[in-house]
């Protein structure tokens, strides 16, 4: 079992950067597919990018070119640094887990999940 806790949210301008972090304890991160969702008012839980246990790397198109999924092993930290940000970018972003084979970019196929941190773009 693993818990996530997702600090770095904050309000930013239009096109500037942040960097969100989750940092896990009890399993390593290395061991899980470890996902960033986020989720708007009024609209769906949306997955962004997730980095699979052996290191392959989805994204969504929507961030595809702007953010940047990471993983320390040391720290067992997975971050979210995000460029370019957008108004549209705001959300609460959350950081999930999966004890799976294959990772996933849908929110049901994560087993563990973070508290989320919020992050505004304001244009």
């Known amino acids: 079992q693993v818990q996530l806790a997702e600090s770095g949210g904050g309000l930013v301008q239009a096109g500037g950067s942040l960097r969100l972090s989750c940092a896990a304890s009890?399993?390593?991160?290395?061991?899980?597919?470890m996902g960033w969702f986020r989720q708007a008012p009024g609209k769906e839980r949306e997955f962004v990018t997730a980095?699979?246990?052996?290191?392959?790397?989805t994204s969504s198109a929507s961030v595809k070119g702007r953010f940047t999924i990471s993983r320390d092993s040391a720290k067992n930290t997975v971050y979210l640094q995000m460029y370019s940000l957008k108004p549209d970018d705001t959300a609460v972003y959350y950081c999930?887990?999966?004890?799976?084979?294959?990772?996933?970019?849908?929110?049901?196929?994560?087993?563990?999940w973070g508290q989320g941190t919020q992050v505004t773009v304001s244009s």
């Open positions: 009890g399993r390593t991160v290395s061991t899980y597919n």
């Open positions: 980095m699979s246990w052996n290191g392959d790397i």
């Open positions: 999930a887990a999966a004890n799976r084979a294959r990772v996933g970019a849908s929110a049901y196929e994560y087993d563990y």
